[in-house]
């Protein structure tokens, strides 16, 4: 259900054209041409509107038509030099007067996809600012924590000291032993000399 919401919802369209993710579900009809096709056209005609191919064709058509309209025959020509060709005009503003509102239509659906990426951007930044947090916290934690264990150095002088301390231990057995030996020896003499 969760994903069927996530595909119906697109954040790349305007907002007037976004489908609901929650509440009513929305019946959809194949057959019915997508919404979205007039705004994806306005933006094809204004994208196009602005090459300099499209200037270089608007300037060829009217230098050709003003050509036309001079250099043809009086029979053939459909506007007049005299009336300083009304018609080319006429063709020019209605061109304009079109050209202008779909231009500002796509300009409207680029600042609604370009707020929806502001919005994930910043989302995104706020994401990236709390893992930075945690891990800055847990980089601390870890340098308490480090503080706590034995260094290299410490180790080895306990090392050392036991050591030592098994070293004395062994002499001490060492001697005892001697002892032993010795009081062992003074008493198989004692047993073995004659008492008088």
């Keep these: 259900m969760a994903r069927a919401n996530r595909s119906d919802l697109r954040?790349?369209?305007?907002?007037?054209?976004?489908?609901p993710?929650?509440?009513r579900k929305r019946r959809r009809n194949r057959d019915r041409p997508s919404r979205d096709r007039f705004g994806r056209f306005t933006e094809a005609i204004a994208r196009g509107m602005g090459t300099p191919w499209f200037l270089l064709g608007l300037t060829f058509f009217a230098v050709s038509?003003?050509?036309?309209?001079?250099?043809?025959?009086?029979?053939?020509?459909f506007d007049s030099v005299s009336l300083g060709f009304i018609a080319l005009t006429l063709v020019l503003s209605m061109q304009a007067s079109y050209a202008a509102p779909m231009i500002l239509l796509a300009q409207n659906r680029q600042d609604d996809r370009d707020r929806v990426q502001f919005e994930q951007d910043r989302q995104r930044a706020e994401r990236?600012?709390?893992?930075?947090e945690y891990l800055a916290r847990e980089v601390v934690a870890l340098r308490l924590g480090m503080k706590d264990l034995a260094s290299r150095d410490f180790l080895r002088?306990?090392?050392r000291a036991l050591l030592e301390n098994l070293e004395e231990r062994e002499d001490q057995d060492k001697?005892?032993?001697k002892r032993l030996r010795k009081g062992e020896r003074d008493r198989d003499r004692e047993?073995?000399?004659p008492s008088a």
């Design 11 to 19: 954040l790349d369209s305007p907002k007037g054209l976004r489908t």
């Design 21 to 23: 993710a929650l509440g």
């Design 65 to 77: 038509w003003i050509a036309w309209n001079t250099l043809a025959p009086v029979q053939w020509r």
């Design 128 to 132: 990236n600012l709390a893992d930075t």
């Design 157 to 159: 002088s306990e090392l």
């Design 175 to 177: 001697q005892t032993r």
């Design 191 to 193: 047993e073995r000399s």
